[in-house]
């Protein structure tokens, strides 16, 4: 079983599910949402929303393909870029935050620990720019509705969130970039030790095998205590010579 990531751009949407596609529940307020469905331009809205905040800000997602099969994505951008989030209490999310809109992981590969792989894929992403202090998600608790696009607050607290704005149905949930960061920086460290301490030890023992087969009171050629080399004969007649 092959697994592959990719940024979400306008060819990789196009691998997506249709309902995928069409939602607009946070790129667009419900107002402007309604009217689009009526006219059916979701996926041309959806498409042109994503054509402008890659030109603006960047990759806002990624997709996970196993066999080459789409098997869930994840989408994410600044606050700004949702404003379809103002319908939900807990909003405004914070503005030194990136919003974690939504993430899915389609029939047939649930079960994997596929949303957790979803997961590192955004945070890492997120620390190569270094502009946000956290990521913050709107969650739910209990089923969502059939037009929400909501991530489970359970699931946000398995993968590292807290409470941020509490609330009974909507939670507003928050991952400090900096507690990332400092698992990231102990786990360098504790590397870094490992390190240092296997590294002198295998430098020893290539040191006492480099000795071994030299004749006893010979040491390398070249080094600190090796003897010089013995010195040429003076110049002179050569022995039988005129």
Excluded: I
């Excluded at 751009?9 to 939602?23: C, E, G, K, N, Q």
């Excluded at 400090?176 to 920086?185: A, D, G, H, I, Q």
Aim: aromatic share 6%; charged share 25%; with cysteine.
């Amino acid at each position: 079983m092959a697994r592959r990531v990719a940024r979400l751009t306008l060819d990789t949407l196009a691998t997506l599910p249709y309902d995928v596609r069409r939602s607009l529940a946070w790129e667009l307020d419900p107002v402007r949402r309604a009217q689009v469905e009526r006219a059916g331009a979701c996926v041309e809205e959806k498409e042109a929303w994503l054509s402008r905040v890659l030109l603006e800000w960047g990759s806002c997602g990624r997709v996970l393909y196993v066999d080459e099969e789409p098997a869930g994505f994840v989408l994410y951008a600044p606050p700004a870029y949702f404003p379809g989030t103002a319908s939900y209490p807990t909003a405004p999310l914070s503005e030194d935050a990136v919003q974690l809109a939504t993430a899915q992981v389609f029939d047939g590969h649930t079960g994997g620990g596929l949303g957790r792989v979803l997961m590192q894929e955004m945070v890492k992403d997120l620390l190569t720019r270094g502009d946000f202090r956290s990521v913050e998600a709107v969650g739910v608790h209990g089923r969502p509705a059939v037009d929400e696009c909501v991530l489970p607050a359970p699931f946000l607290q398995r993968v590292g969130f807290k409470t941020h704005r509490a609330h009974p149905r909507h939670p507003r949930m928050r991952l400090e970039m900096k507690s990332v960061l400092t698992w990231r920086e102990e786990m360098e460290t504790a590397l870094a030790r490992l390190l240092g301490v296997v590294r002198p030890r295998r430098a020893a023992a290539a040191q006492r095998l480099g000795r071994v087969g030299r004749p006893p009171g010979r040491r390398a050629s070249g080094g600190p205590f090796s003897r010089p080399p013995a010195s040429p004969p003076p110049a002179g007649p050569l022995p039988g010579g005129p």
